[in-house]
């Protein structure tokens, strides 16, 4: 059974950092991309960041590159995701999840658009100014 479960998640004034974890059970890392998503209220889910474990890649997208960092551990089947230099705009719940990378083994796309299949419970970022 895939499970997914965030953690790291709380407030910090403008500026600041956190780091979130996501623990990851029932599959093996090489054979998933792990993404972050966040959903802000009243706006659309927005896929953050994504690791290919296989290959040592990330993705992300154009208003955290830069300042945020995704990471994994094997090890501890662990994928982190460093955000620095938070602002206002990344206030949000924000979610770790998982897809079979081998469904998209002929993708051109970013791994940001891809369907993702399993996702945890979420943790709420909240950053003041």
């Known amino acids: 059974e895939v499970q997914l479960v965030e953690s790291g998640g709380g407030s910090v004034q403008a500026g600041g950092s956190l780091r979130l974890s996501c623990a990851a059970s029932?599959?093996?890392?090489?054979?998933?991309?792990i993404a972050w998503f966040r959903q802000a209220p009243g706006k659309e889910r927005e896929g953050v960041s994504c690791?290919?474990?296989?290959?040592?890649?990330?993705y992300y997208r154009p208003s955290v590159q830069g300042r945020f960092t995704t990471s994994s551990d094997k090890a501890k089947n662990t994928v982190y995701l460093q955000m620095n230099s938070l602002k206002p705009e990344d206030t949000a719940v924000y979610y770790c999840?998982?897809?079979?990378?081998?469904?998209?083994?002929?993708?051109?796309?970013?791994?940001?658009?891809?369907?993702?299949?399993?996702w945890g419970q979420g943790t709420q970022v909240t950053v003041s100014s």
């Open positions: 029932g599959f093996s890392f090489d054979d998933y991309y």
């Open positions: 999840a998982a897809t079979d990378r081998r469904r998209y083994s002929d993708s051109v796309d970013s791994p940001l658009i891809y369907e993702y299949d399993y």
């Open positions: 690791i290919d474990s296989s290959i040592g890649a990330s």
